[in-house]
């Protein structure tokens, strides 16, 4: 029975290829230019692109909104609704096609084999959707984490400089042609807009945007403010800013620490059941019977 069922499932899937494929071809604008490295698999989107156009697969709703706003801080908002579409065809794409073939080698193995191929599809689906809708996500929290981890560092630099009587506009620049890294990115990309023409205010609003983090975000409309008065106080808000951050850094070193070692007691538990395994093997074996 079950593999009847793993056989119209199948059938369904690969009619939905054939259906992607034969009205694929004038989606292949989107994924020719794509790198290979990370998509390696682009000439498959096509099929997702036409699947999306239809009402049953489109892309919406809560889903929308989230791959939206994560491709709007990533890639900017021109671009937040391709890369939305893009992860979205991405994951229908390569869901179709690993299901389909589990489901087909599930008909033609058996009934009782046919279930647990469909259970293997389950997980399929689910490492296809961690893989492609899952991916933004992932980049925005690790990025976000290392913004965070060189936040005090960068703000110490910016307090001691602005203390000098250096103006913010050139202190910051200083500081972000300092030193590599993701926050430091994110620094040079709010002088670019300054010297595009774009007001101080802006450019550091979008640069708390573009972090990610409420610690940033919270930096950046102090800066904001002290800006629109006049950078009266700025200099003693770094100062006090900066200290208040090293403490926070220390605290949360040592919280990474502790769940470092919490993750060690898993694989050192399965050492040690694996070892007593062999022992009771050893004498089992080594008895009369």
């Not at 036409?50 to 791959?67: A, D, I, Y």
């Amino acid at each position: 029975m079950f593999d009847y069922v793993s056989l119209t499932l199948a059938t369904v899937c690969i009619g939905l290829m054939v259906f992607g494929v034969l009205g694929g071809n004038r989606y292949h604008k989107y994924v020719k230019d794509l790198d290979k490295g990370i998509y390696p698999m682009r000439g498959l989107y096509t099929i997702g692109f036409r699947l999306n156009q239809t009402g049953l697969f489109r892309l919406r709703g809560k889903l929308s909104r989230e791959l939206k706003k994560q491709a709007s801080i990533l890639y900017g908002g021109v671009y937040q609704e391709y890369f939305a579409t893009l992860a979205w065809v991405q994951f229908l794409s390569m869901t179709l096609l690993g299901v389909s073939i589990l489901l087909l080698i599930g008909a033609l193995a058996g009934s009782m084999a046919s279930i647990f191929f469909i259970l293997i599809c389950g997980l399929a689906v689910a490492a296809f959707w961690n893989l492609a809708l899952s991916k933004m996500k992932e980049t925005l929290a690790k990025r976000r984490d290392e913004c965070v981890s060189e936040f005090p560092e960068m703000i110490s630099k910016l307090s001691l400089l602005i203390s000098t009587g250096m103006v913010l506009t050139d202190a910051w620049k200083h500081v972000a042609m300092g030193k590599e890294g993701e926050l430091y990115n994110l620094m040079r990309k709010t002088v670019e807009m300054i010297d595009n023409g774009e007001s101080e205010i802006s450019a550091i609003y979008r640069f708390g945007v573009l972090s990610d983090a409420p610690e940033i975000k919270k930096f950046s409309s102090a800066i904001i403010q002290g800006l629109e008065k006049g950078n009266i106080g700025l200099a003693d808000f770094l100062v006090a800013q900066a200290s208040e951050l090293l403490s926070t850094k220390r605290q949360l070193l040592l919280q990474k620490g502790e769940i470092a070692a919490g993750k060690l007691i898993i694989p050192l538990a399965i050492m040690f059941v694996g070892i007593i395994m062999i022992i009771i093997v050893a004498a089992v074996q080594s008895m009369p019977f």
